[in-house]
């Protein structure tokens, strides 16, 4: 029997289990996310120490944790801890992977004390290294109190507040969106008007952070809130009371999720202690502009949502007791579903789709590639190459004839970004709901090549442990329901992209050669694109060209 314990998660003390990823029975691998914790200003996945078979689970939803607390046990292991990045602290103790800011913020060549101007750097981030900046939360002008949050940086498993190490005006501002960040980056240099509170070192709080403590909401656990303790997690309450600027007062995933429906908090009134934001606030946001109630500033880049927002003037959606009509059973959405679903709804109101059939005959492709693989069969080789693959291959040429179809509108709807790579998002279907990996680079890859890799991050979707990086960046999507069945289907755009290729399964048909009818094998092809961006003639074309190259492969080549 193992005891998968919470490993060394910094300075974090009391944290809130918001989420319980697995159940008794699940068979977990090494490394995969167990429950999610978070804290005012961060959030994060706790992996497994090893791979095993969940026995019991001993921690709950709403259940404060710390370090070295079990969160289950589990039997069957392989003992394969995740590479440690750090010092684990017991056997059983996964290696603290998502470790997070263990330090609070630290002053960074400060210059003049109470005046001067003062270096802010990222502080003890833990094992992160080279974290996104998702989000920029100042700029040039404000003025930002001591402790406040600076950026969001965002990992595959947690995401997390920067606080400023001091109080001050932002006279220069030294990151941006997508940078990475390690211990130490310069982060901004502010004209000063105080340092900050001291470090968690620190044995008793600083004259500065003792106000801190006496405005702390009381939502905030004692733990948390004491400055000396965890600076990191100071409540984001003092940056309301301390500076004329209203920042929403919500956790990083709720920013997240808020984010990635393309709703302003600033918008969205809180019912947590102190306003606090919840993701069901944010939820029940979104619904009422759905319901034609409300405004969100959904309008993501290049999509067709007004300022009004999306759903603006719907009908309400239909409140039924479905139960008087028969029995029922009330099942929640998978964690997935109820990402996807909010994007889906909106890439489909707000991109004007048009889907273009077409079809392709793969009768030599297919012979060809059944040879393949019965020769690597024969060298007891185990690649395989699947149609999949030769799609992509095959969309990267038709991409390179047709430059728009691998492009995305810009922010205010009036450029297209051409983009020079060719990284293939591919629908996989999991346990939990649809997730799109990408294969990056595929015009440099051979298609046994791609093949491996589509495998294994589907294998990766399935089980669960596909980190965020591994799914952006596309350029172009393809959704193959050729290994299930149907014809034709209408897929929906993935946004920002333009287009989205479809892929049924594959029959012979029977095909008139001139002469006589002959028995060719035929892959219907579904493509979706943005009518604002490509027009009728130009897709028809693309999925002309399509179906030559994967008739023929070799004008690949040409
Ligand atoms: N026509 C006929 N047969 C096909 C085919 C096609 N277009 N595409 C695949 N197949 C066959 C494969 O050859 C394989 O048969 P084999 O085992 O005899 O070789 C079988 O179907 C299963 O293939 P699959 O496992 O689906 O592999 P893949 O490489 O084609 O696809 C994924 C990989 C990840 C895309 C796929 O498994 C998946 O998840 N598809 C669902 C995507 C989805 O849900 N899209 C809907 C979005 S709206």
Redesign the pocket.
Known sequence: MIELKVPDIGDFKDVEVIEVLVKPGDTVAADQSLITIESDKASMEIPSSTAGVIKEIKVKVGDKINQGTLIATAEGGDAKAPAPAAAVPSEATPAPEVAVASAGPTPVAPVGGRGGSIEVAVPDIGDFKDVEIIEVLVKVGDTVAADQSLLTIESDKASMEIPSSAAGVVKELKVKVGDKVNKGSPIATLEGQGAAPAPQAASAPSPESAPKAAVAPADVPAAVSAPASAPALAPPAIVAATTDQTIPHASPSVRKFARELGVDLNRVKGSGAKDRITQEDVQAFVKAALAGGGATTAASPGTMATSSGFGAGWPAWPSLDFAKFGATETVALSRIKKISGPNLARNWASIPHVTQFDEADITELEDFRKSANEAYAKKKDPAKV???AFVMKACVSALKQFPAVNSSLDGDGANLILKKYYHLG????TPNG?VVPVIRDVDQKGVAEIAKE?AEL?AQARAGKLGPAAMQGASFTI??????GGTFFT?IINAPEVAILG????DFKPKWDGKTFEPRLI?PLSLSYDHRVIDGAQAARFTTYLAEVLSDMRRVLL
């Open positions: 699947t149609m999949l591919f629908a996989a279907d649809l589509t589907a959704s193959s329901l050729g290994g299930v897929p892929l049924s399964k594959s892959l």
